[in-house]
């Protein structure tokens, strides 16, 4: 059974900074693309930032525009976490953020945590 737990999110003020936590159970986490995803109040959800492991390359990351120079994405295998440091933060950045993993890194994210409230004050 494939379980996803985040943890880190909050309130803060604009400019400040959070660190998100996604413990991964059930999959072989050094094989697996994760990534970060978010979705605000009457919005889609969207690709925040993403550490995919490629078999002949390793592991690369990639980050959604608004994320690139604040956001940085991060994993400890021996730990089977992925982390999210938010830096800089602005009220745009409030959402729910959840974890996601592609074990078989088909881009399809399959599993997905429940999710963690940031909420970022002006």
């Known amino acids: 059974q494939v379980q996803l737990m985040e943890s880190g999110g909050g309130l803060v003020q604009a400019g400040g900074s959070l660190r998100l936590s996604c413990a991964a159970s059930?999959?072989?986490?050094?094989?697996?693309?994760m990534a970060w995803y978010r979705q605000a109040p009457g919005k889609e959800r969207e690709l925040v930032a993403r550490i995919s492991f490629f078999q002949n390359t390793g592991y690369a990351l990639g980050y959604a525009d608004s994320a690139k120079g604040r956001f940085t994405i991060s994993r400890d295998n021996a730990k089977a976490t992925v982390y999210l440091q938010m830096n800089s933060l602005k009220p745009e950045d409030s959402a729910v953020y959840y974890c996601?993993?592609?074990?078989?890194?088909?881009?399809?994210?399959?599993?997905w945590g429940q999710g963690t409230q940031v909420t970022v004050s002006s």
């Open positions: 996601a993993a592609d074990p078989e890194r088909k881009g399809t994210w399959p599993y």
């Open positions: 059930g999959i072989i986490f050094s094989l697996s693309s």
